[in-house]
């Protein structure tokens, strides 16, 4: 049984960086707006809707670290890995200031999708020079 992973014409994997960069949009928005004082209400909105954004940017990186043909292991690390990288931020944490440390997080996740993103539309492009066959018997 092979598992699709195409919803409607978007490729789930494409989905990881996407939520990635949009959940650490969401928490540098909210670093740069507590460091000028302006946070409202709002706040806790973007710390919860960024968290969910990386909890399944990390979820759909977790499930591509296994091999396609085990499914069941790619459902149990999809669930792991975020666990995992959570784990490490409550460590990091400690006692101190949590904002500014999401912030630096949504900063590095912003940086990251965002290359992952441009590397996925350079991939898929192929007048830049990808998204062609590769190989010896490959049709030129």
Do not use: N, Q
């Amino acid at each position: 049984m092979r598992l699709e992973t195409k919803v409607g014409s978007m490729d789930v994997r494409a989905l990881g960086p996407v939520a990635g960069l949009l959940g650490g949009l969401c928490w540098v928005v909210r670093w740069l707006a507590d460091a000028a004082g302006t946070t409202g209400g709002w706040s806790d909105s973007l710390h919860w809707a960024g968290l969910g954004l990386l909890l399944l940017a990390l979820a759909v990186v977790g499930a591509g670290l296994v091999s396609r043909s085990a499914l069941w292991l790619r459902l149990i690390v999809a669930a792991a890995f975020p666990l995992l990288v959570w784990s490490i931020y409550s460590v990091l944490r400690g006692e101190g200031d949590a904002i500014a440390l999401e912030g630096a997080i949504g900063l590095l996740a912003v940086v990251i999708a965002a290359g992952l993103v441009l590397v996925g539309r350079r991939a898929a492009d192929p007048a830049v020079g990808g998204g062609g066959r590769h190989g010896s018997h490959a049709a030129r």
